[in-house]
């Protein structure tokens, strides 16, 4: 069975410019979460996406943003990066929410590098 | 989500049992703990999770004590590959008005050593 896959692996970008983050769960799965992991700040929760509806955001500013597709793979788009944007941006997949105590099973990221 | 507390480092021998301890003295009756690890540069990998009941997996073994408020994870056999930092989790099962997020600590540096 495949894991979540995230691409790219790295990206590099300047100051002002956007990112686009990719995500695919593993099959099955529905539900997707976004999380950030700068250095020094520990994983922070950035989004929650089920069934195509972004259903709960942490706390980041509005330029964090995403969508999930009707296949369940999801997106996190970047707008006006900044260099403190720079960290570890890892994908998590999980059952059906509703279903409980299921856990989430996670990619290995992409590290966003802000020049 | 109750708030778990773990030692920043540990170290253990090649081969022997890894016995990895977090203290959750706040959980709730409805409170799953999770352990996940993290090694360098790699996502965060789900070892196992339990409620009340001592769970093992081909992975590790997970020890709760009667009154829930601590836990420890126990690696049987620890070799070089299980140098990581180990994360204790604990959630809400998730659904109508739970998010379903994860927490994350600091967690535990274990060393294994040969």
């Known amino acids: 069975e495949a894991g979540v896959t995230q691409s790219p692996t790295h990206l590099i970008k300047t100051r002002g410019q956007q990112a686009t983050l990719r995500c695919s769960p593993i099959?099955?799965?529905?539900?997707v979460y976004w999380y950030q992991q700068a250095l020094g700040l520990g994983l922070q929760f950035l989004l929650w996406y089920d069934e195509g509806e972004e259903r709960n955001r942490g706390n980041f500013p509005p330029r964090f943003s995403g969508r999930q597709f009707p296949n369940y793979s999801s997106e996190l788009n970047v707008n006006a990066l900044e260099l403190e944007d720079s960290a570890l941006y890892l994908c998590?997949?999980?059952?059906?929410w509703g279903l409980g105590n299921q856990p989430q099973h996670f990619g290995d990221g992409t590290r966003l590098s802000i020049l | 989500d109750a708030k778990t507390t773990q030692p920043p480092s540990m170290d253990c021998a090649e081969g022997r049992a890894a016995n990895l301890p977090c203290n959750h003295s706040t959980i709730s009756g409805n409170e799953y703990v999770y352990w996940y690890r993290q090694i360098h540069s790699q996502g965060p990998q789900y070892i196992i999770h339990?409620?009340?009941n001592n769970e093992t997996n081909e992975m590790a073994s997970l020890i709760i004590t009667e009154d829930r408020k601590s836990s420890t994870l126990i690696l049987p056999h620890a070799t070089l590959r299980d140098t990581a930092v180990y994360y204790c989790?604990?959630?809400?099962?998730f659904g109508s008005g739970n998010t379903g997020k994860l927490i994350f600590g600091q967690g535990t540096t274990l060393q294994v050593k040969p």
């Open positions: 099959s099955g799965h529905t539900s």
């Open positions: 339990g409620l009340k």
């Open positions: 998590a997949s999980t059952i059906a």
């Open positions: 989790i604990v959630r809400v099962a």
